[in-house]
């Protein structure tokens, strides 16, 4: 089973500024099955990247998604105060899917 | 428009049985899989499973293998989760959610949620 190892756990920042985020597989695993989601409390998650960096419809061309084979990276080139939330990395390969632990990104 | 709406909070006790719902409309559903998701109070989130509604194809994380049931009634476009006996570690917001974007014949991304819903088991 793959395990998904997101770091930071949290990262304080101001708004203005970029955020970069980590996603570490344990092995090496298909880009095109890599997936990024944002969650604001009390919300449901909604899609923001697939295919590793490929924008869902609608998000902003702030939010990029890059990596291949352990590691993967989601940036938001400069965080507006509606970005301020939790962020996970979601794989799916052998019929089995799993979810990084994800990234909190609190305003500084 | 896709929307998923789940049913509503369920307070119960330790050893009951439980069944929450997930209905589907604005597309195809049958043809396309439908994934739970268990977020814990203050946690991350987890898979727990997922149903192809038109052939009741139904593949579960091992993590939740044997202890809860996925079906779904196409006739009606509804997904279930349901447990037989609960415990208080159950106690979490459940998601349903499609799982709409394919590539190769592979669908892997969770692109419409239903908004959650909130069980909570304390005696």
């Known amino acids: 089973e793959i395990v998904l190892t997101q770091s930071p756990g949290t990262l304080s920042l101001s708004p203005g500024e970029r955020a970069t985020l980590s996603c570490r597989t344990s092995?090496?695993?298909?880009?095109?099955?890599l997936v990024w989601y944002q969650q604001k409390p009390g919300q449901a998650p909604r899609l923001l990247i697939y295919g590793a960096s490929s924008r869902a419809s609608g998000i902003p061309d702030r939010f990029s998604g890059s990596g291949s084979g352990t590691d993967f990276t989601l940036t938001i080139s400069r965080l507006e105060p509606e970005d301020f939330a939790v962020y996970y990395c979601?794989?799916?390969?052998?019929?089995?899917?799993?979810f990084g632990g994800g990234t909190k990104v609190e305003i500084k | 428009e896709v929307q998923l709406v789940q049913s509503g909070a369920e307070v119960k006790k330790p050893g009951e049985s439980l069944k929450i719902s997930c209905k589907g409309s604005g597309y195809s559903f049958s043809t396309s899989w439908i994934g739970w998701v268990r977020q814990m109070p203050g946690k991350g989130l987890e898979w727990m499973g997922f149903i192809y509604p038109g052939d009741a194809d139904t593949r579960y994380s091992p993590s939740f293998q044997g202890q809860v049931t996925i079906s779904a009634d196409k006739s009606i476009t509804t997904a279930y989760l349901q447990w037989s006996s609960l415990k208080a570690s159950d106690t979490a917001v459940y998601y349903c959610a499609r799982l709409g974007y394919c590539s190769r014949g592979t669908c892997y991304a969770f692109d419409a949620w239903g908004q959650g819903t909130m069980v909570t088991v304390s005696s």
């Open positions: 092995q090496s695993v298909s880009s095109s099955y």
């Open positions: 979601q794989y799916y390969g052998n019929s089995l899917l799993t």
